[in-house]
């Protein structure tokens, strides 16, 4: 069986520090785990509020910050220990797409410079007629024509080109993995169904694999084959999109799925704190929602519970309501 794409194990990331433990802590992200295969190419929503880490993954994925702990392996190798040279392959293999695609641009420059910096930083034409071929490749992947983008500044394109074009310059490297951090939040509805069909069109015949990174559970459930829920830098639940969000088990997901009208409409809510966000230390004890659970127990308190299958199957669930006895 050849390597993963991706393998992450125990990725823990923590901000601050203090004389105590708690003081100036934060536990951005907390023994995350997640596989995703060479093939076949998924699109993985990782879903949470604000704060939930999320974010956080996806800087760390995409080697913007260092984790405290923890691995991620790309087919096999270890990113933390792949010299500069290694480093740099990996970054075409790895691409990103922004929530706000107006800062990636530089004012100063019509946007045909952002592909021709592409294509010089890592040598994809030989000649101008390649380098022309690539980006109209790129363009027309994403629905746009050169003519109608490529020499106007990135303040006379819509919120929506500029999002499409970030699409098209990532698709330009032809990479394994594109991560998709809020890539919808900041485009209206009509673009946002544009986006979301581009990429399930980059998985299903471009063999792109997506880590979507949302708080949109509407959408996430429309395009994602597998959804991880996170709550306070933790995974709580996982799996089939259709398992996590038709059957919640976890109390925090029941409560989130509970209050989306209809998943098949767009849904208009955000994942969002019920109460105050409590604040996160990096004690291993009890559970994090024990606050807001209707359904905690003595234990909950006391001990943490761990990611586990539930009843056998691929769907993963951290509650002690699934472990007879409390583990
Ligand atoms: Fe609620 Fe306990 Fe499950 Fe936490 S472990 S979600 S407190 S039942």
Redesign the pocket.
Known sequence: MSEPLIEIKDLTKVYGSGITKSQNVLVALQDFELTIPEKPSKIIAIAGESGSGKSTLANLVLGLTIPTSGQIFFRGQEISKMNRKQRTDITRHVQAVFQDPYSVYNPFYQVKHIFDITIKNFKLANNRDQENDLIEEALNMVGLQSQEVLHKFPHQLSGGQRQRLMVARAYLLKPDLIVADEPVSMVDASLRATILDIMQHLRDDRGISILYITHDLSTAYQIADEIYLLYQGSTVEGGEVTDVINNPK???VQQLINSIPDINRKWSGEITALDDEQHRSRSDSG?R??NR?S???DH?LVKK?VLKPFEGSDHLVA???YSDPPD
Do not use: D, V
Request: aromatic letters at 20%.
């Open positions: 976890h109390p925090y559970c929602f024990y659970c359904k905690r127990m909950c519970p509650c002690h309501l």
